[in-house]
T-cell receptor
């Protein structure tokens, strides 16, 4: 059983489209992270959320603690946004992260 | 450099060989994590250090896997008698303290291929 589920697994969009990636989790958490992983492995932390909403440039992340759900939105998508986006939750019982399997995003010019 | 570094970036091993993967966390970071990422999967937790203390090694898949951080900075993940199923990207991450609000910074990973 996966503690963290992401959808969709794969997503192809035209440049300029609005993109939403969803994450649901089944455990108690102290924080949720959205991570970006480019081909070649490097992982960059985009957001850390424990409530509400955060915005950084064209990226918006929201979390609903009651529903155990988070979304990552990309406005005006661009080919350079092409990457794998991973949702990760930090358990409220310790320092363990649980990761989703990632959403592979391809933005076509 | 200011980030987490890992070496080697790529490692090819014959089945049965021992390998050692190195992680240099950001200077001063107390917490260090190792993750294993199989192809097409999200990372999975292996082990966690706070300074030199290994506080959680529940994710290590077998006793062939061993991690250490003897001086509370650089960490080494050792895999003995490698098997094909060990092929994966091994990611290291560090964070400043142990608080849940601290950001985890990831290294570029070591891609291990066992033939």
């Amino acid at each position: 059983k996966n503690e963290v589920e992401q959808s969709p697994q794969n997503l192809t969009a035209q440049e300029g489209e609005f993109i939403t990636i969803n994450c649901s989790y089944s455990v108690g958490i102290s924080a949720l992270h959205w991570l970006q992983q480019h081909p070649g492995g490097g992982i960059v932390s985009l957001f850390m959320l424990s409530s509400g909403k955060k915005k950084h440039g064209r990226l918006i992340a929201t979390i609903n603690i009651q529903e155990k759900h988070s979304s990552l939105h990309i406005t005006a998508s661009h080919p350079r946004d092409s990457a794998v986006y991973i949702c990760a939750v930090l358990r409220d019982t310790g320092n363990q992260f649980y990761f989703g399997t990632g959403t592979s995003l391809t933005v076509i010019p | 450099g200011a980030g987490v570094s890992q070496s080697p970036r790529y490692k090819v091993a014959k089945r049965g060989q021992d390998v050692a993967l190195r992680c240099d966390p950001i200077s001063g970071h107390v917490s260090l994590f190792w993750y294993q990422q199989a192809l097409g999967q999200g990372p999975e937790f292996l082990t966690y250090f706070q300074n030199e203390a290994q506080l959680d090694k529940s994710g290590l898949p077998s006793d062939r896997f061993f991690a250490e951080r003897p001086e509370g900075s650089v960490s080494t993940l050792k895999i003995q008698r490698t098997q094909q199923e060990d092929s994966a990207v091994y990611l290291c991450a560090s964070k400043l303290r142990w608080l849940s609000t601290d950001t985890q910074y990831f290294g570029p990973g070591t891609r291990l291929t066992v033939l």
